[in-house]
């Protein structure tokens, strides 16, 4: 199953400060890195506004996104979950 998830900026997100000068950096970079490695994370960024990240994850259940997440250093802090939708791809040029 595959589901879009929208942060937003938390309570401790400094807009002042660049992304890799945000507190606890290190450790949430490698929180996703792990998440990239055992493929659960597809793809995923910041949009343009720098406020708003989105990740298309691979799961079972919403639940299990939820569960995954709150597990990241910047949960609540400089990340909130803001939604996650269930995504029915019919459209994949990755394979191309």
């Known amino acids: 199953m595959f589901l879009v998830v929208l ?5 401790q997100w400094s807009p002042s400060r660049p992304l890799e000068e945000q507190s606890d950096w290190l450790a949430h970079a490698a929180f996703m890195d792990e ?8 793809l995923g960024g910041p949009l343009g506004d720098e406020r708003r990240v989105v990740h298309a994850i691979e799961a079972e259940s919403v639940d299990a996104v939820r ?9 609540e802090t400089h990340l909130r979950l803001a939604t996650i939708d ?3 791809i019919r ?3 990755r394979a191309a």
Do not use: E, F, K, Q
């Not at 569960?67 to 949960?75: E, G, K, M």
């Open 7 to 11: 942060t937003r900026d938390g309570p």
């Open 35 to 42: 998440l990239v490695d055992t493929g659960v994370i597809v």
């Open 67 to 75: 569960a995954t997440l709150a597990r990241d250093p910047w949960s």
């Open 86 to 88: 269930p995504w029915t």
């Open 91 to 93: 459209l994949d040029g």
